[in-house]
């Protein structure tokens, strides 16, 4: 029962969290959207939409915590993400958060 509940919270943790989830993915290395969605799918064993990853990675964009770069592969040019300092700060501050809410006598 427990690795039922287990892959339930990690699929809502992914839908409700998707922009964190791809910081973390990208700031392991950059990357592209086709490979980001490879590794989720991978990682958390859930489908992703590119109608859920693209306007995610876009969001981050316009908000600096990724910045974008056109490399060309094999005659087609690809967007290569990658995070920014702003991104990192994010990311600690969540970590940072989230460790203060697990700490809690609250839950």
């Not at 950059?30 to 958390?44: H, L, N, R, S």
């Not at 859930?46 to 990853?53: M, N, Q, T, Y």
């Not at 592969?73 to 697990?102: C, E, M, P, S």
Request: with cysteine.
């Amino acid at each position: 029962m427990s690795e039922t509940y287990k892959k339930q919270i990690v699929q809502h943790i992914i839908r409700n969290l998707l922009d964190i989830q791809l910081l973390r993915i990208i700031q392991a290395e950059p990357t592209w959207g086709y490979k980001i969605k490879k590794q989720v799918e991978a990682d958390f064993n859930i489908k992703i939409r590119h109608g859920a990853l693209y306007p995610t990675l876009n969001l981050l964009e316009e908000k600096g915590f990724v910045s974008c770069t056109l490399q060309q592969k094999g005659g087609r040019a690809r967007k290569v993400y990658a995070v920014t300092a702003d991104g990192q700060v994010y990311l600690q501050t969540f970590y940072g958060v989230l460790q203060g809410q697990l700490g809690s006598n609250d839950l």
